[in-house]
């Protein structure tokens, strides 16, 4: 399985980026992909995934403003990213399931000015 990461930038506090994820390879195999993101000096933590059934989770500091989906062939994810927060800068990489293991793209970069 093969990612690429797409959509990051400079954007001031309060606006918005989305995110693209796109998978190619194996897709069928592939049981969640989520985003997950680094900040300088921190570890990398998740921010947010999608299983194959189309559930998903967030973690508690982007709940009510990131939104994850993806596209109908289950090929691309997307992060819907808005009132972005200063602290929300950080490189974000997607991630994919593939039968326990894990599978991870290019990070792209968001930095927000405060």
């Known amino acids: 399985v093969q990612l690429q990461a797409s959509g990051g930038g400079l954007v001031q506090a309060g606006g918005s980026l989305r995110l693209s994820c796109a998978a190619s390879g194996s897709t069928f195999s592939i049981n969640a992909i989520g985003w997950y993101r680094q900040a300088p000096g921190k570890q990398r933590e998740l921010v947010a995934a999608?299983?194959?059934?189309?559930?998903?989770n967030y973690a508690d500091s982007v709940k009510g403003r990131f939104t994850i989906s993806r596209d109908n062939a289950k090929t691309t994810v997307y992060l819907q990213m808005n009132s972005l927060k200063y602290e929300d800068t950080a490189v974000y990489y997607c991630n994919a399931l593939v039968r326990l293991k894990d599978y991870w793209g290019k990070g792209t970069l968001v930095t927000v000015s405060s």
């Open positions: 999608i299983s194959s059934g189309g559930s998903t």
